[in-house]
T-cell receptor, first 115, second 115 residues
Framework: AQTVTQSQPEMSVQEAETVTLSCTYD???????LFWYKQPPSRQMILVIR??????QNATENRFSVNFQKAAKSFSLKISDSQLGDTAMYFC????????????FGKGTTLSVSS | GAVVSQHPSRVICKSGTSVKIECRSL??????MFWYRQFPKQSLMLMAT?????????EQGVEKDKFLINHASLTLSTLTVTSAHPEDSSFYIC???????????FGSGTRLTVV
């Protein structure tokens, strides 16, 4: 069975700084997908970034980028130039390559951005 | 982009009554939808996988007779909490995929309070 581990329950950063959220996972599969979702106080789940395991290049979406280390089964999220609106709970998620399978979530990291 | 509409956003019901939560994919067809439960400051716990035209697949420990799931069309899945009790109070979230592995879109969630 696949598992996702986020070892940082809470993190804080000041505006304009950079922060990295950690995520490790365990799987025996070779092809899969990894995601970071953001859940602000509104509790709406928002997709931040997506990585396909067969792609070596790290995904980037504006201020958000990942460091995907397949051999180490690590998938960290870097947020550059942090903004107050980045304050949220962040979930790392894993999905197998099989169609119709659910996302497996980590426990989440609560990020607080202060001015 | 893909939109998933979930209603109601909040509901308060009396113990022993039933409440229905709807999840609709507005601009795409969703063969598979997922229902999650989330406690405050915790991760999303998968309750069941809902497939259009067939019975839902429930996760271990989830009572299928209490949490009735119906996926009658490619755009609508419903979760009915039957004979609700205060311990059923929680935040319920649905999600759906357009297909492929592009990540799932989430509804805005339903906060259920049983009094």
């Amino acid at each position: 069975a696949q598992t996702v581990t986020q070892s940082q329950p809470e993190m804080s950063v000041q505006e304009a700084e950079t922060v990295t959220l950690s995520c490790t996972y365990d799987t025996s599969e070779n092809n899969y997908y990894l995601f970071w979702y953001k859940q602000p106080p509104s509790r709406q789940m928002i997709l931040v970034i997506r990585q396909e395991a067969y792609k070596q290049q790290n995904a980037t979406e504006n201020r958000f980028s990942v460091n995907f280390q397949k051999a180490a089964k690590s998938f960290s999220l870097k947020i550059s130039d942090s903004q107050l609106g980045d304050t949220a709970m962040y979930f790392c998620a894993f999905k197998t390559n099989q169609a119709g399978t659910a996302l497996i979530f980590g426990k989440g990291t609560t990020l607080s951005v202060s001015s | 982009g893909a939109v998933v509409s979930q209603h109601p956003s909040r509901v308060i019901c009396k113990s022993g009554t039933s409440v229905k939560i709807e999840c609709r994919s507005l601009d795409f067809q969703a063969t598979t939808m997922f229902w999650y439960r989330q406690f405050p400051k915790q991760s999303l716990m998968l309750m069941a996988t809902s497939n259009e035209g067939s019975k839902a697949t429930y996760e271990q420990g989830v009572e299928k007779d209490k949490f009735l799931i119906n996926h009658a069309s490619l755009t609508l899945s419903t979760l009915t909490v039957t004979s609700a009790h205060p311990e059923d109070s929680s935040f319920y979230i649905c999600s759906a995929s357009e297909g492929g592995n592009y990540g799932y879109t989430f509804g805005s969630g339903t906060r259920l309070t049983v009094v």
